[in-house]
């Protein structure tokens, strides 16, 4: 007797997911309509989000980032450098953002993805706009030695919502990062110190310690579709394809306006759509915040 329903509910489900390949926006705007979306979220909520920090052990701070689907991996590693002329008292950060084939079927072997390097000016103009890190406090002998801090994101999963991702792994790979104990040798060269024998190699201790970054006006972002009338914050892969008009907002933790980030799109974004935004982003920061304390807590009772 059950048979001829389940029938019945294979063929709608395959006459639905006909509809949705040969009509996609057809299909998308018939769920806006009713104020959801396919995935079943409300327009304004964001897919559920995770953070795991010290994910790569060999790395000085990292971090492991869930969106979604959507899923970033950030390894920093440090290094000694001779400081600019122009900041002899200040380090650097150079941030990379890598996309393997292995993330998006529109990624091809040998060909770099389009969006890597826009994604990697992204994260650099932020972080540094933000005022995240005091790059003061990378010195280490003034116009002799510094840190060099280099952070490679790796996305391994690109469903959506790259920039806000990555963003978020980078900004908790920092929260994590440990700056090495070092110190000068007889050589008046910095050297890394280990925990039983440094003290009796170096003249001169530089960091005694490791220690981290004092990070405040942590940057946060939120990426909003833009279409017709509707605002959907934190689109997927799919959505995006679909419906081009995107805006990016990005707040620091005491919610003042870092940028506002729009790649063309056939929308307008008028200033009561971008007020919008930004009242959706406040709200996501309050979230982000709130995850990334809890895991920053969490690592300091282990």
């Known amino acids: 007797m059950g048979l001829p329903n389940a029938s019945e509910d294979l063929s709608s ?30 327009l304004s909520k ?41 900041s002899p008292d200040e ?25 890597a390097p826009v994604v990697s000016k992204q994260l650099s103009d932020t972080i540094s706009s933000s005022g ?26 690109a469903d959506g919502a790259l920039f806000d991702a990555a963003l978020l792994s980078a900004v908790a790979a920092l929260s994590h990062l440990q700056i090495p ?15 039983e ?6 003249q001169e201790q530089v960091n005694k310690e490791k220690r981290k970054l004092t990070s405040k006006n942590i940057p946060f972002s939120l990426t909003c579709i833009l279409h017709k009338n509707y605002i ?22 005491s919610g003042k306006l870092v940028s506002l980030y729009k790649p063309g799109g056939s929308v307008l974004a008028y200033t009561s759509a971008i007020q919008d935004c930004v009242a959706l982003t406040r709200q996501r920061v309050k979230e982000l915040k709130s995850i990334l304390e809890e895991q920053n807590s969490a690592m300091e009772v282990e």
């Open 13 to 42: 489900e395959m006459e639905v997911d006909a509809f949705r390949r040969l009509f996609p926006l057809r299909f998308f705007e018939r769920h806006l309509a009713e104020s959801i979306r396919p995935d079943g979220r409300s």
């Open 46 to 86: 964001a897919r559920d989000t995770s953070v795991f920090l010290g994910a790569v052990a060999s790395a000085n701070g990292s971090a492991l980032v869930k969106i979604g689907s959507t899923t970033m991996l950030t390894a920093i590693k440090m290094e000694v450098m001779t400081p600019s002329l122009e």
């Open 91 to 115: 380090g650097c950060i150079a941030i990379d953002f890598h996309m393997p084939p292995i993330c998006s079927p529109i990624v091809r072997p040998g060909r770099p993805a389009e969006a």
């Open 132 to 157: 995240l890190v005091n790059l003061k406090e990378l010195s280490l002998v003034n116009g002799k030695a510094a840190w060099l801090a280099y952070l490679d994101v790796y996305c391994l999963d």
């Open 181 to 195: 104990a070092v110190a000068m040798n007889d050589d008046g060269k910095i050297v890394l110190m280990s925990e």
């Open 197 to 202: 024998d440094g003290q009796k190699q170096a």
């Open 232 to 253: 959907l914050t934190d689109p997927t892969a799919e959505e995006e394809s679909i419906m081009e008009t995107l805006v990016t907002i990005v707040l620091d933790s």
